[in-house]
């Protein structure tokens, strides 16, 4: 059984006849079936028995059918109902639309509305850039998907996936004031797709592709990037990139070796992995061995994608051939964004000394987190439960922050490599520890300081462009 998590988290309703049974007996009942109890409250009180809810993080709706046949099964005690308390958040979905100005009279819906409204229609219908401060593109995103890809599901289409990108337009709006709304596109052809998001464009400042599969979204993205003046993001690719280059930036740091002099092997080639070794190539890695299920890319091999072949022409420098494990024995860095369980503690212990260890497949890593610590120096997962988080939400909502603020037309390589150090430079050197060396998705200064470093790299590449066509 899998470990109680709060997101399969339930309130039971319990009656309980007289005094039969204490509040502290309840408790131990629950918590033998393996439930954590995080809650426990008196509803109803009198002199027939007391009604009381307990709510505990489970391991799913098995455990939770576990934990309601325990309770039923002992004399004086009733379950009423249990509550599913992920369901709960999720009833009605998690966004809404509030206005940012108030209607309180026939002025103001004379400005609001008709017929002062349309002096400001007639204004953008002159000088269309000015969307973008006088409506909502201002500060608006898209977060767009067909629900092909989704993390740790895969497909399952576009209405199935709409609760993952309510949670991500949340993410925006909590983390940074960024207005965003879910796009779910009941389509997979990637023709439909681009034509669809370029005829929604007009009213976004940007677009975050999201759970597309590859490699379909390579040539979305590419596409959309060359026929829209909006930032496009496809963030399963370079929120990841960003974030792992950030956590690489600082376990370097911890460790004392250097970005250029390092031996890197990715797992999965994907579009979280070539993502990944893309920037880690700008920023300045010369050593990087990609790795698919067949084992290393290297030079002399053909391949059926393009990201494939820029993998072969651009990594693994020394021509290194074999299996995961094989090309793993002596690499300073390990990346796995591929699947769980491909590797134990004893492939770790071939790596160099102080060797980083980052195994970002969720929920299981691609090698156990305690394992790989006895050999590693610094470990990293995409797991929240364990140290040294690799969370795209350090990332993505202070990109679009600065972006936005920016007025920006597109993004490049340079704002994601300032967003990752941007990202690093939150944690100082009194903080950065093997056990810390990414900071918590809660830390407030996050946000703010991406969105500073990205704006800044954005208005610096677009002054440089006007500098140009002068």
């Not at 995080?38 to 007391?50: A, L, P, Q, R, Y």
């Not at 006895?374 to 690799?390: L, Y």
């Not at 300032?418 to 900071?439: M, Q």
């Not at 946000?447 to 006007?466: F, L």
């Amino acid at each position: 059984m899998t470990s109680p998590s709060p997101g399969s988290s339930i309130t039971l309703r319990v009656e309980v006849d007289g005094d039969r049974v204490s509040t502290a007996e309840l408790a131990t009942i629950v918590a033998e079936t393996g439930a954590e109890v995080t809650g426990f409250d008196t509803v109803e009180s009198s002199h027939h028995g007391t009604v009381v809810d307990i709510t505990c993080n489970t391991s799913g709706s098995v455990h939770a059918d576990q934990i309601r046949e325990a309770l039923d099964a002992q004399d004086g005690l009733r379950v009423r109902n249990v509550s599913d308390r992920t369901f709960l958040m999720h009833l009605g979905g998690k966004l809404s639309v509030e206005p940012t100005v108030t209607l309180r009279n026939r002025d103001d819906l004379s400005r609001a509305y008709t017929p002062g409204v349309a002096r400001v229609c007639m204004a953008i219908a002159r000088n269309p850039e000015d969307a973008r401060r006088l409506t909502i593109k201002r500060n608006t995103v898209a977060v767009v998907t067909d629900g092909t890809a989704v993390l740790g599901l895969g497909d399952i289409g576009p209405a199935a996936a709409l609760p993952v990108m309510e949670g991500k337009a949340a993410l925006f709006k909590q983390f940074a004031g960024v207005d965003a709304w879910p796009v779910c596109l009941d389509t997979t052809d990637t023709e439909q797709i681009i034509s669809i998001v370029k005829a929604i464009a007009p009213s976004y400042g940007g677009v975050n592709l999201e759970d597309i599969s590859a490699p379909r979204c390579f040539e979305i993205e590419r596409r959309l990037r060359e026929e829209l003046d909006i930032p496009v993001f496809h963030d399963d690719q370079h929120g990841t990139a960003i974030v792992v280059l950030a956590a690489l930036i600082n376990a370097l740091r911890v460790v004392g070796k250097k970005i250029g002099d390092v031996r890197i092997v990715v797992s999965g080639v994907g579009a979280a992995g070539h993502a990944v070794i893309q920037l880690l190539h700008a920023q300045g890695a010369r050593d990087i061995v990609a790795c698919n299920r067949h084992g290393a890319i290297h030079a002399d091999q053909t391949h059926a994608h393009g990201h494939l072949d820029w993998l072969a022409a651009n990594t693994n420098p020394e021509g290194r051939t074999g299996t995961l494990k094989e090309v793993l024995a002596g690499a300073d860095v390990f990346i796995g964004l591929s699947a769980p369980n491909l590797l134990d503690g004893d492939d770790i212990a071939t790596m160099a000394k102080d060797a980083v260890v980052m195994a970002l497949s969720n929920p299981d890593p691609e090698v156990p987190p305690a394992a790989a610590a006895e050999h590693a120096a610094v470990v990293a997962t995409g797991r929240s439960d364990f140290p040294n988080q690799i969370n795209n939400v350090l990332a993505f909502p202070g990109l679009f922050r600065g972006l936005l603020d920016a007025g920006a037309h597109e993004i490049d390589t340079p704002m994601l490599v300032a967003a990752a150090k941007a990202i690093a430079d939150c944690v100082s050197d009194d903080e950065l520890t093997t056990g810390y060396i990414i900071p918590s998705v809660f830390d407030a200064r996050v946000a703010p300081a991406v969105a500073a470093a990205v704006k800044a790299a954005a208005t610096g590449a677009e002054e440089s462009s006007e500098g140009g066509e002068r």
